[in-house]
């Protein structure tokens, strides 16, 4: 079966640690998506991806990185200078990189930093 | 800046009656819409989409028709049932004309009861 997978689904850090979340897709989608999800709001773009090893900054880029070295694969590192790191997180793929095409997503995870 | 503005939840609907979700945009270009839902802890499925002007998307019951004019794409289902309570997010790509984003409403949550 195609899609996009995320894991773990649920992910516990102290404060001051890095962790990075997973993001698999075997859609052979070029472009892929972060985004972060608060209580009550919308998605908010963290980083996409375009094309292997490019990616740029979304909406709220600071505290996180990211890296694209394979077409399948776009790992999120959430570092110890974002503020307030505890939220869900979203991965998603779309064929290609314009904002026309439908995104797909993953099951997302759960991160609670404390 | 280009946006997506849909009607703040909750809503709650007896099973049987009619939906609506209203949603309408700001664009400086010529955006393809979308609905997406999302159920408890999971991440988004894409429900419906039209590319342009007068397309109706539909899916599972629900229609969503892309009006220039009124620059909406209002969401409708004749008779929701207590399996249709999730959260519906109202999306526009390529609001900014070429664009390579999403940008999403804030989501409005459905509680469907008996």
């Known amino acids: ?114 | 800046g280009n946006s997506v503005t849909q009607m703040e939840g909750p809503v709650t609907l007896s099973e049987e009656a009619f939906l609506t979700i209203n949603c309408t945009y700001t664009a400086t270009g010529y955006p393809s819409l979308f609905w997406y839902v999302q159920y408890p802890g999971e991440g988004l499925q894409l429900l419906l989409k039209a590319t342009k002007a007068d397309d109706k998307g539909s899916n599972k019951g629900f229609e969503a028709t892309y009006r220039k004019e009124t620059t909406s794409f209002h969401l409708e289902k004749g008779s929701v049932q207590v399996s249709d309570s999730a959260v519906y997010f109202c999306a526009g790509g390529g609001l900014t004309g070429g664009g390579n984003k999403l940008t999403f409403g804030t989501g409005t949550q459905l509680k469907v009861e008996l």
Not at chain 1, 29 to 51: E, K, N, T, V
Not at chain 1, 72 to 82: H, R, W
């Open chain 1, 1 to 114: 079966d195609g899609g996009i997978t995320q894991s773990p689904k649920y992910l516990f850090r102290k404060e001051g640690q890095n962790v990075t979340l997973s993001c698999e897709q075997n859609l052979n989608h070029d472009a892929m998506y972060w985004y972060r999800q608060d209580p009550g709001q919308g998605l908010r773009l963290i980083y996409y991806s375009q094309i292997v090893n490019d990616f740029q900054k979304g909406d709220i880029a600071e505290g996180y990185s990211v890296s694209r070295e394979k077409k399948e694969s776009f790992p999120l590192t959430v570092t110890s200078a974002q503020k307030n790191p505890t939220a869900f997180y979203l991965c998603a793929s779309s064929i290609g990189g314009q904002g026309l095409d439908e995104q797909y997503f993953g099951p997302g995870t759960r991160l609670t930093v404390t």
